[in-house]
């Protein structure tokens, strides 16, 4: 409440400053100014305020303002009055109309809020010039009335304008703070696939374990000893308890598979789009780690969609690892072709590269070369991951042997990432 009395306040005062910025048509009293433009777009643009009060309000202080700054110059309060006191019925009547027309309701048409608001203007217009008619001797020809209409298009166009103006920069506005939440959205969620991936491989090895448990007891209970029948309890106990830890690692899988599914595992976006927006992520990633990496990107051909979170993963990770191998300045390439069945991925930097006796372990959990900024090494997961996803769908990666820096080709089956 007292934000909106604050803001009222506010428009009062600049309606009534604006209408010293004026010009006089008929005589010295009947003024045109931009005030009615301010007025306009206040009513379109405040809903949470009644346009009649903003109308009473606003009348009424305009009234006041102006019989004052007259007294401050010596001229009479009553004559003063009679001359400024039919502006009140302009304002009073222009939003009255407002509310008649219901021109909120249709402020997001640009021609029939126009249309709307040039039609009250002019009518607001009219019922000031009879109330001034009546009480003084003002009068105005009808041939007059064609400068009114053409001021009333002019002021009208303007303060539609400027509110559409608005709104068509608050929508952007909207538009990249959605799409910025998307973009982190989908980040955590292409992350949080990776995670499945290796949550799926321990689950494996767990799998592997209970039957080697299993086996073990079989074997022990089966054994001449004595002392091996215990064993063969306590090995029992554990093999239990690796059990009930496989379900609970199921669950936790099943359960993130269906977020991973509700979210965006159905979603789909253009390749040329998908790859600029790896890119752009990386860019502002290499900003922050103070590097001046150029990115360049070629996709032949370029006009299908894809899977988003197949390829996500893969694409980030591989063009993460880049930007950390990356001294200070670089380069990195990103070549996307679609030949018949095949889709590959051509990932180029011209960092340090990978020594050949280390490429066989490139894509073992926890291979890494890389420091972090703080000193640490990387955690060796971003390739493994990518290894994993690409197996998984039936795909290969190599890394090949390039005249400066590190060269990733992966092949999938296009079919594996098409929209269905």
């Known amino acids: 409440m007292k934000q909106q009395v604050r803001f009222l306040l506010i428009v009062m005062v600049a309606v009534a400053i604006l209408g010293e910025w004026r010009i006089f048509l008929f005589d010295h ?3 045109f100014s931009l005030a009615v433009i301010f007025f306009a777009f206040i009513l379109l643009w405040r809903k949470d305020i009644s346009p009649l009060l903003v109308g009473v309000c606003v009348g009424s202080f305009v009234v006041f303002f102006r019989i004052g700054l007259d007294v401050l110059v010596g001229k009479n309060m009553l004559d003063s009055f009679c001359i400024h006191f039919p502006a009140f019925f302009f304002y009073i009547t222009y939003s009255l109309l407002f509310v008649i027309c219901k021109v909120r ?29 009546t009480i003084t001797d003002f009068s105005v020809q009808f041939s007059d009335l064609h400068m009114i209409m053409f001021i009333a298009f002019i002021r009208s166009s303007a303060a539609v304008g400027f509110f559409t103006f ?5 929508a952007k506005v909207n538009e990249e703070a959605t799409r910025a939440k998307n973009e982190k959205m989908l980040a955590i969620l292409s992350d949080l696939y990776g995670e499945t991936i290796q949550l799926q491989n321990s689950i494996k090895d767990i799998e592997k374990l ?3 448990c299993k086996e073990t007891v079989r074997r022990l209970e089966n054994s001449r000893f004595p002392e091996n029948q215990k064993i063969a309890g306590d090995v029992l106990w554990i093999t239990c308890e690796v059990h009930e830890l496989q379900k609970n690692y199921h669950r936790i899988n099943a359960g993130l598979q269906q977020i991973i599914t509700n979210k965006i595992a159905h979603d789909t976006m253009n390749i040329q789009e998908l790859v600029q927006y ?14 001046d990496i150029e990115f360049t990107k070629y996709i032949e051909p370029n006009d299908y969609d894809v899977q988003i979170l197949k390829l996500l993963p893969i694409f980030q990770n591989l063009l993460v690892n880049a930007v950390e ?5 670089g380069k990195i390439e990103v070549e996307v072709y679609r030949v018949d069945d095949t889709f590959s991925i051509h990932m180029k930097d011209n960092g340090p590269g990978i020594p050949d006796q280390e490429k066989p372990y490139i894509f073992q959990l926890g291979y890494s070369t890389k420091f972090k900024s703080d000193g640490t090494m990387s955690t060796g997961i971003g390739l493994y991951y990518v290894h994993e996803i690409v197996t998984k769908l039936g795909g290969s990666i190599q ?6 820096g590190t060269y990733m080709y992966v092949q999938l089956p296009f079919e594996k990432i098409k929209v269905e």
């Open 105 to 133: 309701k249709h402020r997001n048409s640009v021609f029939l809020a126009a249309g709307l608001l040039i039609i009250i203007e002019i009518l607001s217009n009219v019922v000031e010039l009879q109330v001034r008619a």
């Open 210 to 212: 209970t039957i080697f």
């Open 325 to 329: 191998a990356i001294d200070s300045t």
């Open 399 to 404: 890394v090949k042997d390039g005249a400066k």
């Open 278 to 291: 790896v890119i752009n992520s990386n860019k502002k990633y290499s900003l922050h780690l103070q590097k």
């Open 166 to 170: 608005l709104l068509f920069r608050e």
């Open 29 to 31: 009293a009947f003024r």
